[in-house]
């Protein structure tokens, strides 16, 4: 079974920068694609971004490209979220998910594990 731990969550200014982490412990399958979701308050859950088993393919949101991005460490199996120039409306908790296949893409249905969430906050 695979236990999926968010942090680095916080409370910045507009304009500043955070490195959300993972940490995945007992993962007893491979391939692993894993990515990061996001929910803000009032809103549903949203793709932010994503990653292959090799950290090659990645796909991002429109709302983050250039400013988010994603990277991994299989060695310490630990996702990375590197937050810059974070903006009031990225302000929501922040989810890891893992998926059973090299690659799990845009959509939830593909994620078979998920973190217990970090909050971002990001004041005006």
């Known amino acids: 079974q695979v236990q999926l731990v968010e942090s680095g969550g916080g409370l910045v200014q507009t304009g500043d920068s955070l490195r959300l982490s993972c940490a995945a412990s007992?993962?007893?399958?491979?391939?692993?694609?894993m990515g990061w979701f996001r929910q803000a308050p009032g809103k549903a859950r949203e793709f932010v971004a994503a990653i292959g088993r090799n950290g090659f393919k990645t796909a991002y949101a429109d709302s983050v490209k250039g400013r988010l991005t994603i990277s991994r460490d299989n060695a310490k199996k630990t996702l990375y979220l590197q937050m810059d120039s974070l903006k009031p409306e990225d302000t929501a908790v922040y989810y890891c998910?893992?998926?059973?296949?090299?690659?799990?893409?845009?959509?939830?249905?593909?994620?078979?594990?998920w973190g217990q969430g970090t909050q971002v906050t990001v004041s005006s």
């Open positions: 007992d993962i007893t399958f491979s391939p692993l694609g």
């Open positions: 998910a893992a998926a059973v296949i090299d690659y799990g893409g845009i959509h939830e249905r593909e994620y078979d594990y």
